[in-house]
């Protein structure tokens, strides 16, 4: 339901240039003006940079769940209207303040912006920018900062997967779910169940390293997990969809089983039965991605670059499902809601 309304109003973008202060230089960018409505392109005034900020030319911008949730005021953090959605980005430094040494013009480049991601180009705090190392491409490098960074803080750092234990990852075909099977069979040697919302969807799964799969669309996903592992249960779960799905997957829980809760896609958050914890000594515990890069820096800095490595080595391989132009902001965000997205969607310049 909530697919077919977000769809009735979302038509295709139009263009309008936005009047303001800036160094005469104007520049393409997605502007959410009115929650729940259409995003526009509009031509922005270029600002001057700081003297610790980095102007990038923004290649490529994921197209994360949550930059619609936040479109729809329905996300944990709310910007001022009107503001420009997209929380990663690739690209190559056009111009560094006074301050920064740490990059310099021409490098590439990812960052992490709350916002403003979704633009050709964005100004940024140096310190929430990593250098790409050689060998990654610009659209791959795009994909880590969230999708993989979530994959690697919930697999590693809260439920501490250990090679040979079983994780079960729910809405296993999209950008956090195979980010989530790359990262366990390919740097922790875990065995994934995956469990998605179509055969399709399984297939890919299958393909990308997932040991077994449940598509939990045609019956029980608790029933399903003790036909593939019997009454012990799974070691870790994934979790991003909740509701029944969260509910279930706790049930598939071992003896000393940990789940992480990392996302709400179902649109129902679920309460956590207690007495499911004690029975099995489990953990049910969250994980929020924006919330270390500001209490946790220096892990999710970490992270970030262990992620730039791995891709680098060739120890991940991101899935990237589509490459949208910027002006298909609309069509993007339709793509992911209505469940049509497989791995990662992008925004990008299909020639780079
Ligand atoms: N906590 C964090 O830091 C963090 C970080 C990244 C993402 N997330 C969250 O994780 C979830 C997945 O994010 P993503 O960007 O990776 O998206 P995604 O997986 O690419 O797309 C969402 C998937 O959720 C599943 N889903 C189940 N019920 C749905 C519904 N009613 N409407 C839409 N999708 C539904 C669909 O897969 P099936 O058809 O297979 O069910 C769909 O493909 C989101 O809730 C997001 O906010 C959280």
Redesign the pocket.
Known sequence: MA?VAWGRCFPRVWLRRRAGPGCGRHYRAALCAELKQPLAIEEVASCPVRPHEVRVDVHFCGV???DI?VCRGQYQEKPQLPFTPGMEFSGTVLETGTDVSTVKEGDRVIGVSGFNGMAEECIIDHKTLWQIPEGVPLREAATLP??YV?AILALEHRACTRPGETVLVT???????LAVIDVATNVLQAKVIAA???DE?CSLAMRKGAQSIVNYSQGSLKEAVRKLVGSDGVNVVID??GGDVFLEALRSLAWEGRIVV??????TIASVPANLLLLKNVSAMG????RYKEQNFPVFSRILSSALQYCQQGRIQPHIGAVFKLEEVNDAFLH??Q?K?MGKSLFGRSSV
Do not use: C, E, M, P
């Open positions: 697919a994360n769940f949550a949730l969230v999708s979530t809405a296993a075909a999209g950008a956090t779910g998605a919302g179509s969807k991003a969809v990392v996302g709400f896609a179902g649109g994980l929020y991605w924006g992911v809601i469940r997205s």
